[in-house]
């Protein structure tokens, strides 16, 4: 039974339940007298098993007339006495026996019903009403019970977290866990009581709520932790609504504070009240060492006194705002000028001057340079050895140069104001001429232009369009007489293409030159009846061949001083073929050859080479073979080229190759590589392989 040494339990009707099933743990003695019940007659049953709602219009009519809220509820009490009684519940948050219970309180509001104009108890609450989610949990996280106002707040009914190994931690934010169960192990530690902390938390459907808990820490009689009882406040409304308060704050000082230029407020004394980031740029000075000083620290001894200040606040009053230049001191002593800014304002409700300063130094200094250039421009334009026509955006002239009338002969007033197009451009050059006047962007063209005497004049012609946001402001034409060195080129030309005839004709009489020794030597061979001076002949003939071929190449070629190396190579190695492999048709030739261009000094080794080595393949690499082949790469990595022959044959002895005595055919190979400066790795390995690297001539 509730105890209460001064009387207040005994006289209103009360019971202790379970905070969240409402099951009667105790009761007073009243509360046994207002429902005719005894005690034990208690246990088992809820607050629910008592009370039964009133009809809604009742309870309005209570609640109308009374200080009660409106979500309050009026019960009728299910008494065995002759009289029905009506109450509302007030209730409180209690530890009963080491676990968190709800003691509540019956007001009878019966006579409310006859006597409406009677006031109501001040602060009743309906017992079903608890505005907050209520959790038991122990220190390790395990749910204990679990409310309706949980399951509203957070979407999971009591069945799915408690008893199921769910946790408390499961629920809070992963950045909000060493805050949350860090204090209350905290408190924990310290044998405190009660602990609020405002973190977030998830629902079920996944969703962040910002939320308060006030946590209470229960003991047992030993000072032991029976578990954390938290009552938890959805306040994501009100933290959202800070969020963005603090944020529109914030932007409101990042955009004053963002300001380049120096922005600060002086009060009626000249005091600097606050200034932003833009002072310490500007002048050199901590805003801790500016606020509260007078505004003459800024300003240049003998430059700015007090009665300026004064007129300048007197200004303000009429004018909206002020401008003007005045010298001003940075931290460091420099002297510099800056542009004021003064308008009038309001800051906390006091009349304040707001300033905003910009250092013009930069920009006084950029004008006066901006004169100096104009002024070297106007000079330049004037004493330019080249012919400058300056046009607007009609191509009509506005002004030329000294240089201009020298070489076309016009004077200015003569043309001043005339499309230049038409004056100086020959009738078939017009349309070419208006395509390249109104180019947006800079052009160069050979051409010829008329002067005043009729003279043809060879010129280069640079339009230069003025281009200011995007659009042709101007244009300036700038010619540049060529006349006499198109005369001189056309007599190097003609020069040229003599000498480039008789270099071509040199290139096919040597060719036909070669071809004859290569008839030569192919009749020497015939006569002779020496198998081994026959076969030397036969050797010679092709060397001989592989020069005349690059000779024929240059013979066909524009360029009479480099050869295509692809073409070149495929038709030697079809010309070796084709003289070999008629006796040795089975073998066969495979070739990966770069598009390359080699200068006639490389290609004639290049192909002696090829020709050699291919050469010797056909004659000893495949004896006693049924077949073979021989494949020869020619590739390029940067300035180098590197040539490959290798055959899959019977190979030959590898260290033979740097003794004396080699054949001719060795010997050329070595000899030719040197005067290639090329580096040669021989192989003989599943065959044969050289592979030989030379650098390109006038490369790097």
Known sequence: MIKDTKGFFNSQAMF?????????????????????????????????????EVTPDLANRIQQNSQASTYDKVWKIKSFGSTDRLVQFSSHIITYKGKPAKILVAHDVTELVE????????????????????????PTGEILRWSDKATEMLGWEEVEVVGNGTSIK????????????????????????????????????????????????LYDTDGEVISVYSLIANVTERALAFKESQKSIQSYQDLFDSMTDAIYILDDDNKIVIANKGIKLTYGYKLRDLVG??????????????????????????????KLEVWSRKANGEVFLTEMLVNRGSYFGKNVLIIIERDISDRKFAEEELIRRETLFSELFNTSPLAITLLNTHNEVELVNKGFEQL??????????LEIDKIIVPEYGIEEATRLTNSPIVEEKQLVRIAKNGDRLNVIVYSVPVMIEGNIQAKFGLYVDITERKQAEETIKKSLKEKEVLLAEVHHRVKNNLAVITGLLELQSYASD???AQKVLKDSQMRVKSIALVHEKLYQNDNLSEVNVSSYMEELITSVKRAIGSRDDHI????????????????IPCGLLVNEIVTNSYK??????????????????????????????????QENYTKPGLSLGMKLIRTLSKQLRASTEVRSKDGTSYSIEFKITGSG
Not at 295 to 302: D, E, H, T
Not at 594 to 602: A, G, K
Request: charged letters at 30%; aromatic letters at 8%; a negative charge.
């Open 588 to 603: 066969s030739i495979e070739m990966d050859i770069d598009n390359l261009t080699l200068p006639v000094t490389q290609a």
């Open 16 to 52: 202790i339940c379970d905070q969240l099933s409402l099951k009667i743990l105790d009761s007073n003695e009243a509360a046994c007298q207002l429902l005719n019940k005894s005690e034990l007659e208690f246990a088992e049953l809820t607050l629910h098993d008592l009370v039964e």
């Open 408 to 417: 076309f002969g016009y004077q200015f007033d003569e043309i001043k104001g």
């Open 293 to 322: 000083k007078d505004q003459s620290i800024l300003r240049a001894p003998g430059k700015f006194d007090e009665q300026a200040m004064t007129e300048i606040r007197e200004r303000s009053k009429t004018q909206k705002a002020q």
């Open 530 to 532: 020496n198998y081994h």
């Open 620 to 653: 000893h690499a495949f004896k006693g073979l049924d077949e073979g082949l021989i494949e020869v790469s020619l590739k390029t990595k940067g300035e180098f080229v590197q040539i490959t022959v290798q055959d899959n044959g019977v190979g030959f002895d």
């Open 170 to 217: 499961d629920f809070v934010h992963d950045e909000d866990k060493e805050l949350v169960f860090g204090s209350i192990q905290q408190m924990i530690d310290q044998k405190g009581e009660d602990i609020s902390i405002s973190n977030r938390v998830f629902t079920k459907d996944g969703k962040m709520v910002y939320s308060e808990w006030h946590n209470s820490i």
């Open 115 to 138: 006597e409406l104009e009677e006031p109501l108890i001040s602060t009743p609450v309906g017992f079903q009403g608890f505005p907050l989610a209520e959790v038991e949990w122990k």
